[in-house]
């Protein structure tokens, strides 16, 4: 990739290829590479004693594996889910070896875009704001703002996370 | 009959001699000067063709099987290389044996014996008994008898200090691996068949097996160059072709000797697995030798060298010496006849013929022509697992509704035939998981056998039930808790033999260990005739621990189980109490992350009887299905004391420590799960709900659910990093309709603080 030099400060999104979803009025994307496959809304096995976003597992033809409400890790209002929510199933590596796989509930799945460097731009600082840490950069498509997220430090992460704010402009 | 029988017998030897021999010209086309391509399979089936039935063989194949095996050792004790020499000779030999296959049956002329050859060293088998009426060649006759072993020359004197080998990881590290895994093999083999000796001293096959294992651990570590284990097995080896050639008769002292080998090779092995796992890679080993060697030569020049002061493996006062002395030596003699003796015999009877495999023979290492598949494990477990998904899936579909709308005879038919298919793949899986338990029994003959020489008490251990098969998984962790039980019974429950006649109970004491199937699980029983348990001693011990209340009512079950817990036994506790202690914490607990049970019996002065109760695999568990409010969760039937209906004033609340039922008499602290996991409920009355009575230890509790579902067996699922924090949950399972139900941790519930009727609603507490 031609991508500039890794900056210290912000991780500068890749061109490339990107999913994008919609939580409520906000758009994301994330890189299709993390992507393993978006499945329609199933069932869900609540896991007693866990976290508000943590909505339970589910059987991923014979994998049992966690879905979280990227709503509710983002601290966003509660919403009914929607004919048009999805699961994304999202393959992060393991710091220590293999992979895990996450399923993430969304609003609605967009599309998938190929975003070039220019479309790209790095996170605004908003004075050190929480959450910054969480995206990989902006990026600005047929006139809509989409986040940029970067998926695997946002599982990583304990607990809800603030994003949102970030993108008051 | 016999004939044909005899007939048949002989030709399916002559078509194996045959393919050897093929498979050996096949290796020759590989085999370059100066490399070692093809040597160690060249050895092999020289091997094997040396484990062939040799009764009636033509003298000219014996000779032949013989000059190979000299060639093969000059190159194993030499460069471990090909020379230009040995490949010319190796090529003149496939020649010169394939024509005498090609003459054997027809009993026509045997080819001439290469004059280049040297004249065999030992004198060949007497003629062929069989009809075969070879003439042997004339070169063979004048060899001298009883020629040492060509390969004694090469016996390297240790030096002063002790050798060290140096791993070549980088170059070797494909071989060092397969060199440790058959390492393994042969080091087991060796030791099972020392057993064996023990009881059956002349038994020559199975010498003959300690011989082989010894020698091919020296040919896979003169490949190596790994010089100090290589010598080790060659002096061992040459000690057991005494034996085998009944010019030494066994005793105990080389019994000790050869385990004494085996136990520095393990060590050897062990050091080359840790350096293989990265564990100082390169460092020396050094494993002392020298003195073992010491010994070999000493015993194989008939004398026999006393051990050093600290005896490696003392000699067992009575179980091996009354066996070892008995056996005369002309029936030592016979098996080995066959081959080295130069007087032609008549066919003996049955005895001599080699066909039918001694029992014990079975048990050192099977037919090692029986056909098995070396198989990595995770791929035997990923097959399992994938099964498992097959049979739930299939019944996903048999149970679809708009599947079982569907009318046709035929198609029942055809979904009754899919589900017993994979019902019978899903058997066979799970049989490919299960090993005998024999492995980790025959450890304890060992442990037993040194153990009671060490503390001068006679004890034997009778194994019932070695060929009982549970999961791999589980026997692999089975061995520690048996060890320290075992260790615990020779320890304390057998008394010394003189305090064992003044009670009027045989001298040698006995400690029965079986494996049985019971309840679709396993039951393991060590049973001993020692002292038994006192619950006198193991209460007031229990009070001075501060483990229990003076006043506590305990019956004797309760009190024999107060050894498991921890901090009952100290080292000093060891010697004067008279119960057992050390590690049994630990040991119930490795049975219960084994998902197992362990209950105690015993009668003062008869002795103890401990009793594992294990499930079958560790993949399945039998659960029972539970419902709160929406939730469907599983427990494991195995710790489910009962469950029942409550009645009204069954349930009360203690101030202080929350509700209890009360089930005949007893008061079982009560768990409302819902409330506790902070989960809906549907039944708002306890009389309208189930209470199942769970047990994990000593510890019980009744968990109050809405309903009880059902049984069934499920596969169990890892729940991942994302819950690795929780201690609520085991697992969880993939259920019949697809969703996923979760395995609840009894161990947890029941240790979980008791709750306060009046608190409202659990809040759920975030992970952390």
Request: charged letters at 20%; aromatic letters at 4%; one cysteine or more.
């Amino acid at each position: 990739m031609t991508s500039s030099p890794p900056n210290a400060n912000s991780s500068l999104a890749k061109a490339g290829r990107y999913l994008t979803f919609s939580l409520g009025a906000e758009s994301f994307g994330l890189p299709v590479l993390n992507v393993r496959e978006i499945i329609r809304l199933c069932p869900i096995t609540p896991v007693p004693r866990m976290p508000e976003y943590i909505k339970g597992v589910i059987n991923l033809r014979g994998t049992v594996i966690p879905v979280l409400d990227l709503r509710a890790k983002f601290q966003m209002p509660v919403a009914a889910y929607g004919e048009r929510a999805c699961i994304i199933v999202v393959q992060l590596r393991n710091p220590a070896g293999g992979s895990t796989l996450i399923g993430a509930i969304v609003d609605t799945v967009e599309e998938v875009v190929q975003l070039g460097e220019t479309h790209i731009e790095a996170t605004p600082d908003f004075g050190g704001s929480p959450g910054t840490q969480f995206i990989l950069g902006l990026a600005t498509l047929n006139g809509g703002v989409k986040t940029l997220l970067d998926i695997e430090k946002i599982f990583l992460e304990d607990g809800p996370i603030v994003i949102s704010q970030t993108l008051k402009n | 009959m016999g004939t044909d029988d005899k007939e048949s017998a002989a030709a399916s030897r002559l078509h194996k001699a045959t393919e050897l021999i093929c498979k050996v010209g096949e290796e020759l086309a590989f085999v370059m000067p100066g490399e070692d391509a093809s040597l160690l399979p060249i050895n092999r089936f020289v091997l094997d063709l040396e484990d062939l039935p040799a009764t009636d063989a033509p003298a000219t194949w014996t000779a032949g099987l013989k000059i190979a095996r000299t060639w093969l050792d000059e190159i194993l004790d030499g460069s471990g290389k090909f020379s230009e020499h040995h490949i010319r000779l190796f090529n003149g030999w496939h020649a010169y044996m394939s024509s005498v296959l090609d003459a054997w049956p027809e009993g026509g002329n045997m080819p001439a014996w290469p004059p280049d050859w040297p004249k065999p060293a030992a004198p060949v088998a007497g003629k062929p008994v069989a009809a075969t009426p070879a003439t042997a060649p004339v070169a063979v006759v004048s060899a001298t008898p009883s020629a040492p072993p060509a390969s004694s020359t090469a016996a390297p004197a240790p030096a002063g200090n002790e050798p060290s080998i140096r791993l070549n990881l980088e170059e070797d590290l494909d071989l060092l691996r397969e060199f440790h895994a058959e390492s393994l093999e042969l080091l087991q083999s060796i030791e099972q068949g020392v057993l064996v000796l023990e009881s059956t001293p002349t038994d020559a096959e199975t010498i003959n097996s300690i011989f082989r294992a010894f020698h091919t651990f020296k040919g896979g570590a003169g490949f190596l160059h790994l010089d100090a284990p290589r010598n080790l097995a060659h002096e061992l080896e040459t000690l057991l072709d005494l034996v085998r050639r009944s010019e030494l008769s066994i005793n105990s002292g080389i019994i000790n000797l050869i385990l004494a080998g085996a136990d520095a090779l393990e060590q050897f092995t062990e050091a080359i697995a840790a350096q293989l796992q990265g564990v100082d890679a390169g460092a020396p080993i050094v494993v002392p030798t020298s003195e073992i060697i010491r010994r070999a030569k000493a015993a194989a020049r008939g004398e026999f060298a006393p051990p050093p002061a600290p005896a490696i493996a003392a000699p067992p006062p009575a179980t091996v010496s009354q066996a070892l002395p008995a056996a005369p030596a002309a029936e030592l003699a016979k098996p080995a006849q066959a081959v080295s003796e130069p007087v032609p015999q008549p066919a003996p009877p049955v005895k001599a013929t080699a066909s039918p495999p001694a029992p014990a023979r079975e048990a050192v290492g099977g037919d090692p022509a029986a056909g098995f598949v070396k198989l990595d494990t995770a791929k035997l477990d990923s097959l399992v697992d994938l099964v498992g998904e097959l049979v739930v899936a299939q019944s996903m579909v048999v149970q679809n509704p708009e599947v079982q709308s569907i009318v046709s005879l035929q198609f029942v038919r055809q979904l009754r035939q899919l589900s017993r298919i994979t019902g019978d793949l899903q058997r066979t899986a799970m049989s490919m998981r299960m090993v005998p338990i024999r492995g980790a029994f025959q450890k304890m003959t060992r442990l037993v056998r040194d153990l009671a020489a060490s503390q001068q008490k006679q004890v034997q251990l009778l194994l019932e039930g070695e060929e009982t098969e549970l999961d791999r998984n589980i026997v692999e962790k089975l061995g520690d808790p048996l060890i320290h039980m075992i260790r615990n019974s020779v320890d304390h429950g057998i008394e010394s033999p003189a305090e064992r006649t003044a009670q009027g109970k045989p001298a040698q004491g006995t400690i029965r260990l079986s494996a049985a199937h019971q309840r679709g699980g396993i039951v393991i029983r060590i049973t001993d005739d020692g002292k038994g348990l006192n619950p006198d001693r193991i209460r007031a011990k229990a009070l001075e621990r501060g483990l229990i209340r003076p006043d506590a009512q305990l019956d004797e079950s309760e009190i024999f189980s107060l050894i498991f817990l921890p901090g009952f036994s100290t080292a000093e506790t060891v010697t004067d109490l008279s119960g057992r202690g050390v590690g049994m914490d630990v040991v119930r607990r490795n049975i219960e992350s084994l998902r197992g049970k362990i209950e105690i019996q015993s009668v003062p002065g008869q002795g103890a009887k401990f009793t594992i109760l294990l499930p079958l695999t560790l993949a399945i568990i039998d659960g029972m299905l539970v419902g709160v409010g929406e939730d469907r969760y599983i427990i494991p039937t195995l710790s489910i004391r009962e469950s029942f209906r409550p009645q009204p004033g069954m349930i009360s609340t203690i101030q202080g420590s929350g509700e209890v039922v009360s089930v005949r008499g007893r008061q079982t602290p009560l768990l409302r799960l819902g409330r506790h996991l902070g989960r809906p409920t549907k039944a708002s009355n306890p009389e309208d709900a189930i209470i199942v009575v769970v047990e994990s230890g000593d510890a019980a509790r009744g968990l109050l659910v809405d309903e009880l579902l059902g049984k069934q067996e499920v596969v169990i699922k890892s729940l991942g990093q994302t819950f690795q924090h929780q201690n609520l949950l085991a697992g969880s399972a993939v259920l019949g309709d697809g969703s996923v139900g979760l395995i609840l941790d009894v161990d947890t519930l029941v240790k979980a603080p008791g709750q306060q009727k009046v608190s409202a609603t659990a809040t759920p507490t975030s992970v952390p």
